[in-house]
């Protein structure tokens, strides 16, 4: 297409707080519309960044003619009935994630998506885009590791947007509502299901796991108490087509920890991933180095984290391939949500076995 990527969003939440601010970094983008439930919401964003639609309804969204690409950033609930009608008017579409409540959901994007082939249709699992990952990615691929055996995965504690850790204290909201798409799992396991995929190329076939809510009750901003159905603790032990052998574990409610924590595992050689910015590698029976790759974002996105920058460099290549080029990394399609969702349901439905 010629001009700029008319760009559409739907929600206000994350996309005012991440994903309007980083479309400055991505030439050859224009904002021009916003939709939300809560109309205020929509006004007081495109107040903010100059956008000339507001709309309070996201089908209403994706059907304007002013828009290209549809970013789905509404609560997990809706990303399937908005992301199936921007398809069904043609436009293209970036869905956040969980891409939605279960697996069915999920399979009728993937329909939607394959029946409308000249859109393109993502999720925005941007750690495929952060530099340390996509470097671990090259090493594991090039058998740099030998061969790949298992992948640790953690997030202890989880931080909300005041970089303040998630625990007793955060108030009640959507993300604490089963019904609505919230929980860890689905909020960043999703993310962390998706990397052992990436990284050893082969789907999971095999998923034993347990989510689980602590804290019961919270207060909402109203001061009212409210159950809280969604998970705030998620591990689960997976495995692959080929064998590698995987486990995540995640909590809300941790108060101390090393937040982004990862290891992979081969037969010559282990990589370290520490925290949002470090990588190391060691072949077997010797020291750790560090090989933590640049990041020419740093600093320059708001908020100054790794999914801020790694949602600009997603969004670069989406607009490349929007324009004709062709994709220089590997991007989530909608079928990679769906074999994520999948994995997401097992989890939730696991069934241990009591020995008392």
């Known amino acids: 297409m010629n001009g ?3 760009v559409g969003f739907i929600g206000s939440g994350f996309a005012r707080r991440v994903q309007l601010p980083g479309l400055a970094h991505v030439p050859g983008t224009r904002p021009v519309a916003i939709a939300s439930g809560r109309r205020a919401n929509a006004e007081a964003a495109a107040r903010e960044f100059k956008l000339p ?16 690409l549809v970013i789905v950033s509404s609560t997990p609930d809706s990303h399937a009935r908005y992301a199936i009608a921007a398809l069904e008017a043609g436009k293209h579409v970036l869905c956040e994630k969980p891409m939605a409540l279960d697996a069915f959901e999920a399979a009728q994007m993937v329909a939607a998506s394959e029946q409308h082939p000249d859109s393109i249709a993502w999720l925005d699992h941007e750690l495929r885009f952060e530099p340390n990952r996509r470097r671990a990615r090259e090493l594991i691929r090039s058998n740099a590791l030998g061969e790949l055996r298992h992948i640790e995965l953690s997030l202890k504690p989880y931080l909300r947007g005041d970089g303040r850790p998630q625990t007793f204290d955060a108030p009640w909201t959507w993300w604490f509502d089963v019904s609505r798409g919230g929980g860890i799992l689905g909020a960043v396991g999703s993310h962390l299901i998706d990397l052992c995929r990436f990284w050893s190329g082969s789907e999971i076939r095999y998923v034993a796991g347990l989510a689980e809510t602590f804290i019961t009750q919270r207060t909402d901003e109203a001061g009212q108490q409210r159950a809280v159905t969604a998970d705030d603790f998620s591990s689960c032990v997976l495995q692959t087509a080929t064998g590698v052998v995987a486990t995540i574990t995640l909590s809300t409610v941790a108060s101390h920890g090393p937040g982004h924590l990862g290891q992979v595992s081969g037969s010559e050689g282990t990589l370290l ?11 077997s029976g010797g020291p750790l180095e560090d090989i933590s790759a640049p990041d020419d974002l740093w600093e320059k996105t708001k908020p100054n984290n790794m999914w801020a920058r790694s949602f600009v460099r997603l969004m670069r290549e989406m607009v490349n391939v929007i324009r004709g080029g062709v994709p220089q990394g590997e991007p989530a399609t909608f079928r990679d949500g769906w074999e994520v969702q ?7 439905s696991a069934r241990g076995v009591r020995l008392d």
Request: aromatic share 6%.
């Open 342 to 348: 999948r994995v997401l349901d097992a989890v939730r």
């Open 273 to 283: 991933l520490s925290g949002e910015t470090k990588l190391e590698f060691g072949k």
């Open 53 to 68: 639609h507001v709309f309070a309804d996201g089908i209403e969204l994706a059907r304007s003619p002013d828009v290209d």
């Open 4 to 6: 700029d990527v008319r």
